[in-house]
T-cell receptor
Framework: AQTVTQSQPEMSVQEAETVTLSCTYD???????LFWYKQPPSRQMILVIR??????QNATENRFSVNFQKAAKSFSLKISDSQLGDTAMYFC??????????FGQGTRLTINP | DTGVSQNPRHKITKRGQNVTFRCDPI?????LYWYRQTLGQGPEFLTY????????KSRLLSDRFSAERPKGSFSTLEIQRTEQGDSAMYLC?????????????FGPGTRLLVL
């Protein structure tokens, strides 16, 4: 069974700083997808970024980028120029094929003014 | 294009009562997923559908839980004889289900409180 671990329960940074959230996973599969989802307080889960395991190039979406290390089974999220609206729970998730998502425990990120 | 919608958004019930939640996926999404999220935790998979076929059920889905997607569009999740441990956020997600479009899009969730 696949597992996803987020070792940082909470993080806090000042606005405009860069912050990196960690995620490790365990799988014997070679083809899979990895995701970072954001869940703002009392609001719905939204996709931040996704990475296909067969792609060596790290995904980027504006201020969000990942560091995907397949051999180490590591998938960290970097948020550059953090904004107050980035305050949320962030979940790392693993998916094999078009099947269920396996989520980590989440990291509560607070951006301070 | 409207997103995934869920109704009701909140439900308070007494232990032993039955409850039913509805999920309307993004149109033309043929896969639909149900997850449960307890406070401070990541969502846990319950079940998913490809069109009207239920393809996988988690062992978390006890006999008191049943899910349907009769016409391959909306889905319902029913919990019979609710228990206090059923209190959670129930999330629905949908995806196209094609190889290159596997991203799941989530609804706002239904928050259940069992008294």
């Amino acid at each position: 069974a696949q597992t996803v671990t987020q070792s940082q329960p909470e993080m806090s940074v000042q606005e405009a700083e860069t912050v990196t959230l960690s995620c490790t996973y365990d799988t014997s599969e070679s083809n899979y997808y990895l995701f970072w989802y954001k869940q703002p307080p009392s609001r719905q889960m939204i996709l931040v970024i996704r990475q296909e395991a067969y792609k060596q190039q790290n995904a980027t979406e504006n201020r969000f980028s990942v560091n995907f290390q397949k051999a180490a089974k590591s998938f960290s999220l970097k948020i550059s120029d953090s904004q107050l609206g980035d305050t949320a729970m962030y979940f790392c998730a693993f998916m094999r094929g078009a099947q269920k998502l396996v989520f980590g425990q989440g990291t509560r990120l607070t951006i301070n003014p | 294009d409207t997103g995934v919608s869920q109704n009701p958004r909140h439900k308070i019930t007494k232990r032993g009562q039955n409850v039913t939640f509805r999920c309307d996926p993004i149109s033309e999404h043929n896969r639909l997923y149900w997850y449960r999220q307890t406070l401070g935790q990541g969502p846990e998979f319950l079940t998913y559908f490809q069109n009207e076929a239920q393809l996988e059920k988690s062992r978390l889905l006890s006999d008191r839980f049943s899910a349907e997607r009769p016409k391959g569009s909306f889905s319902t999740l029913e919990i019979q004889r609710t228990e206090q441990g059923d209190s959670a956020m129930y999330l629905c997600a949908s995806s196209l289900g094609e190889d290159t479009q596997e991203t799941q899009y989530f609804g706002p969730g239904t928050r259940l409180l069992v008294l």
